[in-house]
């Protein structure tokens, strides 16, 4: 039996109404990697938080080695020898390598720094764990991938035998996570115990060695990964057998929205060229395509935030070639834009004003000047009720809620007006697969209920799953339209790569 | 053409411009301090006001000179907790804060004044700060009298640059300063409290912005009005920015001003014919031109003007 060098017990924390964690307890054992699973707002990072003393926990214990850490203190942390890495990496990006990975490890009354020894112990830790990064480099000079590795090393500087990572791989390409893991495999042959924050099966699967899976701020298992199977985990993970829904049969009606030679020009990597395309009633038309070839640009301007430079626009017969936002909103265009934090939701305003926000000439919500704030609310209560959206109150400041939450929110604010046209601009992008789900089962409804949908996704399972037809956009061009039942992995990743256009130039 | 190169090549004239300068080396080490920490100061021209009062009015009940500048710090300390009270710990609006510390220093120490202080027809004065010859250096030709025949408070203002220097860039308390106006959120990851280091730098940069206010009342001048510092303060935030937040380019800021200044108070005197409003104005204008040309490549501090709260999420 390996001994036990981190024992959570009864954790409890609460944010006001909202209990994150519940009486929460675990334990790692020396050398191990744990994976800490479960979907966004599960409680995990709040956890880890209170671990490394970010917040102070409400009730419950940390202990290291048998010694228990006083709560809310990262100090104490830190001199036990816990290490993290958070999710959004807290580096100054003006400042050097070195001084973000030294900064706390020396005395503050020291008249000078020990600069020469720190950057050469920097690159020492840097060799042994196989982490490259140069110590002079200036941090806003480096890649999402060298600056985790910067995290790390800030961590093993302060001699961490206990690694926290917070979603690690969130922010990477599927090479450099493996590689990751690879380094992490490394480090517990050398002693280090690592926990790691993860929604994604797979990872979890191929680099843990036990794995504790939390649900709604509890911990619902435990289970050897050895021993387990992605479907098992999944099903702890979501509370019950998540399978993304699939497009059922039905009749396509007359088109809604059509666009013939449509061209767009905003500058490098942002035009569209002789566009054209289709959307029936009752429809989805799935857009395919590596992300930063138009997308953003066709998303813009069904949005009327970018006007055509030629072509037709027409919607139900109607040139929307000029459209602006406030006409996209009364014409009933339904819009989900593909940065929901920057577009989707004001996340200091509450859940009711984001619900009403751009419906506020609608009479139901506003009288003489004056929103009326008791209908609001109740449209919000009546959103969050009919999806599903969790840890959410019409006075919640939508900040609070999590991804796939506010997601949903801003799903429903718009199928709730029962649009004739919804752009869906990568709506599941950094959702977890509960709220995959959801989003996909709304969107499937609203395609039922007779909406006709514009679903632009990098996310091909996603695309096929959803969409009766597939265009594939490449450098602002787009293909011809094929059925979903034609489109098998080889021939979407043909369109991808822009064979289309060879064969159309023959 | 030939009167400009006269006067710039007189050592008096380079003499004045230290002297002008040395206020503004003060304030503009002080209100540097506060923003590599993430704290924008406007209560600087209050602080100043403040520092120039107390200073003079402790020499003026019998205090020692330098008994006098400790009294001016320490009561830009205090002004400097408030602002960090407000700011740092309440996470209020700085803007708001700093120029409500503005408006109550200012009126403050005018208060504090008249309440004090009997004045005649004339201010009533003190002896202030005479030149202190530097043995040896002050006989160099030129130098001598440019450079060391000044006060004493100036050579300590010169001495404070190269301290600033060295502690931001060379010491651990530094890069946690530094780290706090860049990231506060890191700071308290490696398990450094960034609110107690803002409260420090805040304090400590309001001292010396003091010791600037009572550099004009205990050696530039032997009294106190109460709008002797001018507008001196808004001139320091300036030159922080002219600085790219740096002590060694914020000492070349207050010299160039300093030296836009001297020149037109002698200009002034040798050319006829144009109102010498426009010289009075002059060393602002140019200031803002030297601003526009340096300060647009500057690289701000990225956490300047963000309140740090524990535990937000």
């Excluded at chain 1, 090393?153 to 990477?172: G, Q």
């Excluded at chain 2, 303060?233 to 922080?240: E, F, K, Q, R, T």
Aim: proline share 4%; net charge positive; glycine share 10%.
């Amino acid at each position: 039996m390996t001994e036990i060098i981190l024992e959570l017990t009864g954790i409890t924390k609460r944010f006001g109404p909202l209990v994150a964690n519940d009486d929460i307890s675990l334990h790692l054992k020396k050398g191990e990697i744990l994976a800490l699973l479960g979907e966004n707002g599960a409680g995990k990072t709040t956890l880890m938080n209170i671990l490394f003393g970010h917040y102070a926990s409400d009730s419950g214990e940390v202990r290291v080695n048998g010694h228990t850490l006083p709560s809310g203190q990262p100090r104490a942390a830190i001199a036990a020898g816990v290490g993290m890495v958070h999710q959004h990496f807290t580096l100054a990006a003006n400042l050097t390598v070195t001084d973000n990975i030294v900064i706390g490890s020396e005395s503050l009354w020291r008249m000078d720094s020990h600069r020469k020894a720190a950057t050469a112990r920097i690159r020492a830790l840097s060799q042994t764990f196989g982490l490259p990064v140069d110590p002079t480099a200036r941090i806003g000079d480096l890649s999402v991938g060298e600056r985790q590795r910067v995290e790390i090393l800030k961590a093993l500087y302060r001699d961490a035998s206990i690694l926290i990572l917070d979603e690690p791989t969130a922010v990477l390409a599927a090479p450099e996570a493996e590689q990751l893991f690879r380094i992490l495999r490394g480090m517990t042959a050398g002693g280090l115990s690592i926990i790691f924050i993860s929604h994604k099966l797979h990872e979890v699967m191929a680099a843990s060695d036990r794995v504790t899976v939390l649900r709604g701020g509890r911990v619902v298992a435990e289970r050897r990964t050895p021993q387990t199977s992605p479907a098992e985990l999944a099903e702890l993970m979501v509370g019950r057998s998540v399978t993304r829904p699939k497009r059922a049969v039905h009749a396509i009606g007359a088109p809604v929205l059509i666009a013939r030679g449509l061209s767009v020009a905003e500058g490098q990597g942002k035009t569209l060229t002789d566009v054209d395309f289709e959307v029936h009633q009752g429809e989805i038309l799935g857009i395919v395509g590596v992300s930063g070839n138009g997308q953003a640009t066709l998303g813009r301007v069904l949005s009327g935030l970018a006007r055509p430079a030629a072509g037709s626009l027409t919607l139900e017969g109607r040139d929307i070639s000029r459209l602006t936002p406030r006409q996209a909103i009364s014409l009933g265009m339904g819009r989900v834009p593909e940065d929901r934090n920057a577009e989707g939701a004001v996340g200091d305003l509450s859940v009711w004003e984001n619900a009403v926000l751009e419906r506020l000439r609608d009479p139901a919500f506003s009288s003489r000047g004056f929103v009326r704030r008791s209908a609001a609310r109740a449209h919000a209560a009546e959103l969050i009720r009919r999806f599903d959206i969790r840890g959410a109150a019409p006075d919640t400041r939508t900040r609070l809620l999590s991804g796939g939450n506010m997601q949903k929110l801003i799903l429903g604010r718009n199928l709730a007006a029962r649009p004739r046209f919804l752009l869906a601009n990568q709506p599941t992008r950094g959702l977890d697969e509960g709220a995959i789900a959801a989003v996909h089962a709304d969107l499937l409804a609203a395609r039922a209920a007779g909406a006709a949908i514009l679903l632009i996704s990098e996310d091909l399972d996603e695309a096929v799953g959803l969409s009766d037809r597939i265009q594939a956009i490449v450098k602002g061009r787009l293909s011809e339209p094929v059925t979903a039942d034609e489109a098998d992995a080889r021939t979407l990743g043909l369109m991808m790569a822009g064979v289309w256009e060879v064969r159309d130039a023959v | 053409m030939n009167e400009t190169f006269d006067i710039l090549t007189n050592a008096s004239l380079w003499a004045a411009v230290l002297r002008i300068a040395t206020p503004l080396i003060f304030g503009v080490l002080g209100a540097l301090l506060c923003e590599r920490a993430g704290v924008l100061n406007l209560g600087i021209e209050g602080i100043m006001t403040m520092g120039a009062m107390a200073g003079w009015l402790a020499v003026y009940w019998g205090a020692g000179l330098w008994t006098g500048l400790l009294i001016a710090a320490l009561v830009g300390l205090i002004l400097g907790l408030l602002h960090a009270l407000l700011t740092v710990v309440l996470g209020l609006s700085q803007h708001v804060s700093g120029l409500g510390i503005t408006l109550f220093g200012s009126s403050l120490a005018y208060y504090l004044y008249r309440l004090w202080v009997q004045v005649g027809d004339l201010p009533p004065t003190i002896q202030p700060f005479q030149p202190l010859k530097i043995p040896g250096l002050s006989s160099l030709p030129f130098f001598g009298e440019a450079v060391f025949s000044q006060s004493a408070p100036t050579y300590l203002a010169l001495a404070l640059v190269g301290v600033t220097a060295w502690v931001l860039n060379r010491t651990p308390l530094g890069l946690a300063l530094r780290m706090c106006g860049e990231n506060p959120h890191a700071v308290e990851a490696q398990g450094l409290n960034p609110i107690a280091i803002r409260i420090g730098a805040v304090m400590v940069g309001s001292g010396l912005m003091a010791l600037g206010g009572a550099f004009l009342t205990m050696a530039a001048f032997n009294s106190f009005f109460p709008t002797m510092v001018q507008g001196r303060g808004w001139i320091c935030i300036a030159l922080v920015i002219f600085a790219s937040w740096r002590p060694g380019k914020a000492l070349l800021g207050a010299l160039l001003f300093a030296l836009f200044d001297a020149f037109q108070l002698r200009l002034q005197t040798s050319v006829s014919g144009v109102p010498y409003q426009l010289f009075l104005m002059a060393p602002y204008v140019l200031s803002i031109v030297a601003l526009i040309l340096v300060a647009r490549r500057a690289r701000v501090p990225e956490a300047l003007m963000q309140p740090y709260r524990r535990g937000e999420r």
